[in-house]
T-cell receptor, first 110, second 115 residues
């Protein structure tokens, strides 16, 4: 069974600092990996999707890397802003299902 | 991007009653729909997967007679929580995927509170 772990569970950073969020998974036989954003009481917004054959994806201030062999992904958010405050979920797709981590809860302090 | 809606967004009900949650794909045909539940500060846990016109496939530990799923059309799936109890209080999220799509599109979720 795929296990997805996200570290740290929660973090607070001052505005302007770069954010580094880590995700690890136990079964490297994945089809793709996705990072989502979830605001309190809301659904999921897809941020980046990395195919298993890719090493990274970038969108604006966001960059996600994937090391499938070691079962790790990192989400970088450059120059954080208060609007980046949210929970970030990592999910891996394999065996015809998405397996989610518990999330990284981020607070960016103005 | 593809849009998935859920209704209602929030529902409060008495213990013992049944609650129906709708999930709709607004601009694409969803051949597969997924139902998740999420407890505070926890992962999304897959409850069941349904393909249009077929019976849902439930995850281990999920009672199919309690959580009734219907996927009668390519744009609508419903989850009915029967005889709801306070421990069923949770955030329920659906997602949908079209034919030949690899991405699931998520709905905004439904907050269920059972008193």
């Amino acid at each position: 069974k795929q296990e997805v772990t996200q570290i740290p569970a929660a973090l607070s950073v001052p505005e302007g600092e770069n954010l580094v969020l880590n995700c690890s998974f136990t079964d490297s036989a994945i089809y793709n990996l996705q990072w989502f954003r979830q605001d309190p009481g809301k659904g999921l917004t897809s941020l980046l999707l990395i195919q298993s054959s890719q090493r990274e994806q970038t969108s604006g201030r966001l960059n996600a890397s994937l090391d499938k062999s070691s079962g790790r992904s990192t989400l970088y958010i450059a120059a954080s802003q208060p609007g980046d405050s949210a929970t970030y979920l990592c999910a891996v797709y394999g065996n015809n299902r998405l397996a989610f981590g518990k999330g990284n809860q981020v607070v960016v302090i103005p | 991007g593809a849009v998935v809606s859920q209704h209602p967004s929030r529902v409060i009900c008495k213990s013992g009653t049944s609650v129906k949650i709708e999930c709709r794909s607004l601009d694409f045909q969803a051949t597969t729909m997924f139902w998740y539940r999420q407890f505070p500060k926890q992962s999304l846990m897959l409850m069941a997967t349904s393909n249009e016109g077929s019976k849902a496939t439930y995850e281990q530990g999920v009672e199919k007679d309690k959580f009734l799923i219907n996927h009668a059309s390519l744009t609508l799936s419903t989850l009915t929580v029967t005889s709801a109890h306070p421990e069923d209080s949770s955030f329920y999220i659906c997602s949908a995927r079209g034919r030949n799509q690899e991405t699931q599109y998520f709905g905004p979720g439904t907050r269920l509170l059972v008193l």
